[in-house]
């Protein structure tokens, strides 16, 4: 058994991760940290004109109670569900490719690479579609490891054919490109908050960062996209404590919450991958998500 059949049983099997627990008790999302984040997303979809967003991989459904909130309808996707045959208005896909089970390889002394097992041991020699996407997106010398893509990019490419002309589709996930590929992967666990070693038995979350530009679409980081949708982690001016503190102190928390969701080295080096159907919806993604 390789370590995706594995990671795949792990998180999806009759007993797995996701069919037990509550992801929130084992990490933290954007989705998590903040209404804000929720917000960005209903603003993006008021200036695109679409009133729907499919939130594909939606855990327990906060995402969808933020933008329903804003007046926006909203259809949670999770594991059960089937994807509807064509999506239409704003798709959301965060932090669900990094779930997607793929290939964990590892080349020997040889630059020959090897499909990880169960255990994290050495087995087959990698071939065909996975070694051809490898030379394209990941190539690694004698010691690196790496993940193969192609689960996630075969899940990204199956919504992007779902979309009707004016949608628009945005996978939001941490991740890495060709010139910035860890040497040794991202494979790693979640569990109670922390991380731990991504052990396949059902206990934990199993978790790699996604190579966002084999994935296709434009990327930018989550840090650029929310500045322009005017999330803004500007403190309040403190002469507003004396004269109304209660709204100096909301906003002193909501400038907080900002920062978390900007942060370079965390959420905001999150990358925003979106494709658009039709000419007059790529110009607006375009103008809505530059800053
Ligand atoms: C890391 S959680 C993210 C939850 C939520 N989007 C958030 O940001 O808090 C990933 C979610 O993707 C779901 N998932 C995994 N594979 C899926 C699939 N094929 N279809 C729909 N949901 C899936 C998991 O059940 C899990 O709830």
Known sequence: MTFRDAWQQALYGADGFYRRQRPSEHFRTSVHASPLFGQAIARLAHLLEL????????????????????????????????????????????????????????????????????DLTSGHVVEGNDLDWLRQWWPGEPGDRAEVGITRDTAWQDVVRRLTDGSVAIAIDYGHVRDSRPPYGALTGFRNGR???????????????????????????????????????????LDLAQTEPMRYLSELSSAGEAAELLESTGLGGFGWVWTARGADTVRRASRALSA
């Open 195 to 237: 991380e731990c070693d991504p052990t396949p038995d059902g206990t934990c979350d199993i978790t790699a960062h996604v190579a966002l530009d084999s994935l296709g679409g434009t990327i930018l980081s989550q840090r650029d996209a929310l500045k322009a949708l005017g999330v803004s982690a500007t403190r309040p001016p």
């Open 51 to 118: 009133s729907t967003v499919a939130d594909i991989g939606a855990g327990r459904g906060e995402l969808g109670k933020v933008l329903r909130a804003e007046g926006l309808s909203v259809v949670d996707i999770e594991l059960d569900d089937e994807l509807p045959d064509r999506l239409t208005g704003l798709v959301i896909a965060n932090e669900w490719l990094d779930n997607i089970p793929c290939e964990v390889v590892e080349w020997d002394d040889d630059g020959v690479p090897h499909y990880l097992s169960a």
